[in-house]
């Protein structure tokens, strides 16, 4: 951390969200001693107190709460809110579309300046015919499918990856894997989805289960050839609409120079279903009838 030793606060904030901190610096911030840390910085939390908060508001990934709190007390709880409000979709539990750029933004800077170069890739995820669900059972229904879905994605994420809503049912992980790894992510969780019911209220005393699907494209960010930094978002889309236009229910890579993408599936069009009740006598997946 000595390289930033008696910098300003205003260089370090820029550090930060350009992704070129010290990551001894960051994690010593997030996760150990967030005022030594600042001290070893050259800054004194308390002359530089709303330079602090800006700082640590612009962190990236899921900092100590509790230690935040118990160092900064009632800025660390105001820290705390403004990150959640500003990195959170309020709805899903996922994160928010800001979140996503900030740290897109981060992962590129520090990408190509790494002697690596380190690619990392976007799976961009939109939900089959998911109006047809707003339209017959109502928006609520919709948004505790919404729930849902990013619950069960989460639960099959790796370590270092995210999920955020990027509008409406359209959602976007970033995941620290290249094409083929991050191919196979996709092709999992497209599975699990669609084999998993959930469950639709529509009212104070109807439930039902419904089958969606997703559609899916993927692409990596290359260090070495994208020179914007929206290249890697709009192939990602790109295979996304190749996917949904190929039948939905698949998934589709870009970049297929870069990786083997012989194993991307397509399918028949494929509409959200309701499960019907399972037959206490029968040991199967229950059979499943048209919306």
Do not use: C
């Amino acid at each position: 951390m000595s390289e930033h030793s008696g910098q300003q606060p205003g260089h370090l904030l820029r550090q930060i969200k350009e992704g070129t901190a010290d990551e001894r610096f960051e994690f010593g911030l997030k996760y150990e001693d967030p005022t030594a840390a600042l001290r070893v910085a050259g800054i004194d939390p308390e002359k530089h107190h709303a330079a602090v908060q800006r700082i640590l508001e612009a962190l990236p990934g899921d900092p100590d709460v509790e230690m935040l709190i118990e160092h900064f007390g009632a800025m660390g709880r105001a820290v705390v809110e403004e990150r959640k409000q500003n990195n959170e979709d309020s709805l899903t539990g996922a994160k928010s579309r800001r979140w996503f750029f900030k740290r897109l933004h981060g992962l590129q800077a520090k990408a190509r300046k790494e002697e690596e170069k380190r690619p990392f890739s976007l799976i961009m995820i939109d939900i089959d015919f998911f109006k047809k669900i707003n339209d017959k059972y109502g928006h609520q229904a919709g948004d505790y499918v919404l729930q849902q879905l990013v619950g069960l994605i989460k639960g099959a994420l790796r370590e270092g990856d995210e999920i955020a809503r990027y509008g409406g049912e359209e959602f976007v992980i970033i995941s620290m894997a290249k094409n083929g790894e991050a191919s196979g992510l996709a092709h999992r969780i497209r599975a699990l989805i669609e084999t998993t019911p959930l469950e639709i209220r529509y009212s104070q005393r109807e439930e039902k289960q419904v089958n969606i699907t997703i559609s899916m494209g993927v692409a990596s960010f290359y260090p070495h050839k994208d020179e914007e930094d929206m290249a890697v978002v709009t192939r990602a889309d790109v295979a996304l609409y190749a996917a949904k236009g190929a039948g939905r229910n698949t998934v589709k890579v870009a970049d297929e120079g870069e990786d083997d993408s012989s194993n991307v599936i397509v399918v028949e069009p494929y509409e959200p279903v309701e499960a019907k009740e399972p037959d206490p006598r029968a040991s199967s997946r229950p059979e499943k009838s048209s919306l």
